[in-house]
């Protein structure tokens, strides 16, 4: 949690030590998951971490506690993604749509969400962050299509399945050449967005049910 974050919550913000401890031990948490899952022993994220058991479990009372913040971490790197390019979207709505994609990627070691594979949680702060990214997606479509740079049948949940599997690692490959790989990918995937020349998309779920069914 930042500074701000815990004052704007009427909670006085952590110490420089504290929050420095505090992001070692997310930071480790987060590779663990992706790694073993998040069956992974607290001590071995604490020796990741550099800290010892007592002060993981002072910043975090649990298992569930951990679990939880690493995926309003994530949620909340995409969310802020999302209301940048919806920003931007009425100066150029498509170059705002490559530049989420694009951030998600940057982004993809800080990301452990259920959608790639991370764990689910029940809690209530995540849940509201995740549900505050679909709008603003659809906000950011509807001046992509205003604009004619859009086709009218894409989703928000059609952008965020795209991110998700631009994000997801291929196993053995060096880290540049995936980057450059996910890189085409996005360009590949707006040239499909464009009106002129395509067929309509079948039927794909929703937002509601897509959290509904992986417990966002």
Partial sequence: MSAHRAEADGRAPLRADAARNRAQILRAARAAFRERGTAVPMEEIARRAGVNIATLYRRFPDRDALVAQVLIDGFTLVLGAARDARDRAPQDALGALEDFLLRAIEARDELVLPLIGGPSTDS?????????????????????????????????????????????????????????????????????LRPDGTRTLPPGPTSEQLSAHLRL
């Fill in 124 to 192: 209530p702060e995540a849940l509201e962050v995740q549900r505050e990214i679909a709008p603003a997606l659809a906000e950011l479509l509807a001046h992509a299509r205003a604009q004619g740079t859009v086709r009218a049948d894409v989703t928000p949940v059609d952008l965020i399945t795209a991110a998700v599997l631009a994000c997801r690692p291929l196993p053995l490959l060096p880290a540049d050449q995936a980057a450059a790989l996910a890189s085409r990918h996005v360009r590949v995937f707006l040239d499909g």
